[in-house]
């Protein structure tokens, strides 16, 4: 069974920072994309950022320059790294892992931002 175990959300003020951690078994994480999306009350799934490829990196514009994607391969963990947040970034964090139209989910983090 695939997991993808998410942390980090929580509640901030507008300005604040979060650090999300999605970690992933061995297998999934040597060999799917990983990425992060979002999904707001009443919107859409949405891509935040993602790897498309050996340290190459895809953000949504909304989050370009605030927010940064990273991973450690030792612990088998992707990294989103928030600042500057804002009331429009709250949402429910999904870890994603991806390879050729298959797509595994994390269970989602709840991030909410005060203004």
């Known amino acids: 069974q695939v997991q993808l175990v998410e942390s980090g959300g929580g509640l901030v003020q507008a300005g604040g920072s979060l650090r999300l951690s999605c970690t992933a078994s061995?297998?999934?994480?040597?060999?799917?994309?990983m990425g992060w999306y979002r999904q707001a009350p009443g919107k859409q799934r949405e891509l935040v950022a993602r790897?498309?490829?050996?340290?190459?990196?895809d953000y949504a514009d909304s989050v370009k320059g605030r927010f940064t994607i990273s991973k450690d391969n030792a612990k088998n963990t992707v990294y989103l790294q928030m600042n500057s947040l804002k009331p429009e970034d709250t949402a429910v964090y999904f870890c994603?892992?991806?390879?050729?139209?298959?797509?595994?989910w994390g269970q989602g983090t709840q991030v909410t931002v005060s203004s």
């Open positions: 994603r892992a991806s390879r050729l139209g298959v797509n595994y």
């Open positions: 790897f498309v490829g050996d340290g190459i990196t």
């Open positions: 061995r297998i999934i994480y040597s060999s799917y994309v």
